[in-house]
């Protein structure tokens, strides 16, 4: 069978591997791509032990029973004491597809036990297809972020960040029952190609909070989520939160350079709210294809692109770019651009 093995940063090989082994393997359908496997490819990780099968968006069918199903990425232990106490996305002993274990960016893959155990193989709805259960696992890591941030019924939400992960964002908004969601990026082609898509009450491109305090009359956005690795987005959510707003720092910022400038009594007088999301839970990963399943978030037309494995590198490529919205590869099957 094929696989895509990651080496060292900027070296990610198509190979022949034998079969895998294990007492659940599955035959991979897609297995979506994201940013993170761009960084993985560009600067390693150090969860990563070269050489290791990249790939964590997975959905497939099961050898030997047909059952189709999406697996989880982030694996908590389901025994500490966070995983106890219902926190299973800050897990201390969290594992993960793809960085600790073979993922799908092959033919077949073997899932742990551990995945099992937890929970983490849920099976696909009839009326889901195999690339639109790959997009549950962001999907998931989007519900924790809204679930944190509190996002209600009649809020106005920014989204900053147009890339798949804020279209994903907008669409669970205004499932939530969002009064408005803006849409907010630097890059005016993608914000206007993600716009398209998910048609946000307004996209944003330049003089973001100025604009934002125009059209809430001055009072701010109650919820921001900075979609995106950006400091400088993080630094202007504090800016354009309303009184008792919630700011959601979704997007990691780069390892090297960690830090913003906060004005505290921003959030001091105007008694804010500020949360970070990180991954998702088993649980997400069921809600989100159950909302995919009923319509409520819509995912196949954010698929732009389709590629097979031995294209990866043109995927990741696709991702760098941000010429794509979301690209998932196909291993099982021939695939060219949707």
């Known amino acids: 069978m094929k696989v895509a093995r990651f080496y060292a940063p900027g070296d990610i090989r198509i190979e022949e591997a034998p079969p895998p082994r294990g007492d659940l393997v599955i035959r991979v359908r897609n297995c979506s791509t994201c940013g993170t496997d761009y960084k993985i490819f560009r600067h390693g990780h150090h969860h990563i032990r070269p050489p290791r099968v990249m790939g964590h968006e997975i959905a497939g069918e099961v050898v030997g029973t047909g059952e189709r199903v999406q697996v989880i990425a982030a694996i908590p232990c389901g025994r500490c004491g966070e995983c106890r106490r219902g926190r299973m996305t800050v897990c201390p002993n969290q594992e993960s597809m793809g960085y600790h274990y073979d993922g799908g960016f092959a033919e077949y893959m073997a899932i742990p036990d551990k995945v099992v155990e937890v929970g983490g193989v849920n099976r696909i709805p009839d009326n889901v297809s195999f690339a639109e259960a790959s997009m549950a696992e962001p999907l998931a890591c989007v519900i924790n972020g809204q679930e944190l941030a509190g996002v209600a019924e009649g809020d106005d939400v920014v989204v900053m960040g147009a890339?798949?992960?804020?279209?994903?964002?907008?669409?669970?908004?205004?499932?939530?029952?969002?009064?408005?969601?803006?849409?907010?990026?630097?890059?005016?082609?993608?914000?206007?190609?993600?716009?398209?898509?998910?048609?946000?009450?307004?996209?944003?491109?330049?003089?973001?909070?100025?604009?934002?305090?125009?059209?809430?009359?001055?009072?701010?956005?109650?919820?921001?989520?900075?979609?995106?690795?950006?400091?400088?987005?993080?630094?202007?959510?504090?800016?354009?939160?309303?009184?008792?707003?919630?700011?959601?720092?979704?997007?990691?910022?780069?390892?090297?350079?960690?830090?913003?400038?906060?004005?505290?009594?921003?959030?001091?007088?105007?008694?804010?709210?500020?949360?970070?999301?990180?991954?998702?839970?088993?649980?997400?990963?069921?809600?989100?294809?159950?909302?995919?399943?009923?319509?409520?978030?819509?995912?196949?037309?954010?698929?732009?692109?389709?590629?097979?494995?031995?294209?990866?590198?043109?995927?990741?490529?696709?991702?760098?770019?941000?010429?794509?919205?979301?690209?998932?590869?196909?291993?099982?099957?021939?695939?060219?651009?949707?």
């Open 163 to 338: 890339g798949p992960i804020g279209c994903l964002h907008v669409r669970l908004a205004r499932a939530r029952g969002a009064g408005r969601v803006f849409l907010v990026d630097v890059n005016a082609d993608r914000l206007a190609q993600s716009a398209a898509l998910v048609h946000p009450d307004e996209a944003i491109s330049v003089d973001v909070v100025d604009q934002v305090g125009k059209l809430t009359g001055g009072r701010g956005a109650d919820v921001v989520i900075t979609a995106a690795a950006s400091g400088a987005a993080q630094e202007q959510a504090l800016e354009m939160a309303a009184r008792r707003g919630r700011v959601s720092f979704f997007g990691g910022l780069p390892k090297d350079n960690p830090y913003i400038r906060c004005d505290s009594n921003l959030i001091h007088y105007r008694e804010l709210t500020v949360v970070g999301a990180n991954g998702s839970s088993p649980e997400h990963n069921a809600a989100a294809l159950d909302l995919i399943a009923g319509g409520a978030v819509p995912v196949a037309d954010l698929i732009t692109h389709r590629l097979p494995l031995d294209r990866v590198l043109d995927a990741l490529d696709l991702v760098a770019r941000g010429v794509a919205i979301k690209v998932t590869i196909e291993p099982s099957q021939e695939a060219g651009h949707a």
